[in-house]
């Protein structure tokens, strides 16, 4: 990726929040795939999400966390819903504050779209146990 020289402030906070959350290698992975077609798109997301909302005094990254989830599993976005439990091993939010969301999930988004997020939730935390990830032992 050919990052532009004038980095702005939102874009290196955005940077340093994204890598804190979703972790090194996932970010280096994405950084490693954009091409100059999307380019622009991955600065939107990463000032727009990362450096402006993520960023934001007022929510810890564990009450960011559950919500995006249930944002995400409600509008039935399954490879962000697992990338984002995924990261919730770097967010604070545990396996039952992710069960919780998705109750929430079930009654104001639809059954459906809880059931897909659970469904995507147990896979992503089998996944770390057999990953030998310390946090997939505490999430499922």
């Known amino acids: ?26 970010v280096d992975a994405a950084s490693a795939r954009t091409t100059p077609f999307d ?12 450096g402006s909302v993520w960023s934001r005094p007022g929510l810890t990254r564990r009450e960011r ?3 995006t989830i249930a944002l995400l599993a409600a509008l039935g976005h399954d490879e962000e819903v697992a990338m ?22 079930a009654v ?5 779209a809880a059931n897909r997020a659970y469904k995507i939730a147990k896979e992503v935390y089998a996944e ?12 499922g």
Do not use: C, K
């Open 39 to 50: 380019e622009g798109f991955q600065t939107f997301i990463t000032e727009g999400a990362w």
């Open 108 to 112: 104001y988004a639809g059954v459906p």
């Open 65 to 67: 966390s559950m919500i």
């Open 1 to 26: 990726m050919t990052l532009p020289t004038d980095r702005s402030s939102r874009w290196t906070a955005g940077m340093a929040t994204r890598r804190s959350v979703l972790g090194d290698t996932y």
């Open 84 to 105: 984002h439990v995924r990261a919730t091993r770097n967010t604070g939010a545990s396996a039952e504050d992710v069960a919780e969301t998705l109750m929430h999930v």
């Open 128 to 139: 770390a146990r057999t990953d030998g990830d310390a946090q997939g032992e505490n999430h």
